[in-house]
């Protein structure tokens, strides 16, 4: 049997399950890395309930990077800079 050393996952969770709140949903699954998630509600709503505005501030909040959640000082961070 042949194993291979580069298989890749991506890692993402129902972060609604966390928090209602956005915020406290993307620090969550920042401190492990965890840089995808499955989204099903924001702050509360469910996301097929928000208007095209709402969605878009969501996704502005959102961390932004190539490799996964960004980091400040080695901390996740949910703020825009």
């Known amino acids: 049997m042949t194993t291979r050393s580069d298989a890749q996952f991506v890692l993402s969770g129902f972060a609604d399950e966390i928090d209602d709140s956005l915020t406290v949903q ?17 702050d509360g709503t469910n996301v097929l309930d928000l208007s095209d505005g709402a969605g878009r501030k969501a996704v502005s909040r959102a961390p932004r990077g190539s490799n996964g959640p960004r980091q400040r000082s080695g901390r996740c961070s949910t703020r825009r800079t």
């Open 26 to 42: 993307l620090d969550v699954l920042c401190e492990p890395g965890i840089g995808h998630i499955d989204l099903r509600g924001i």
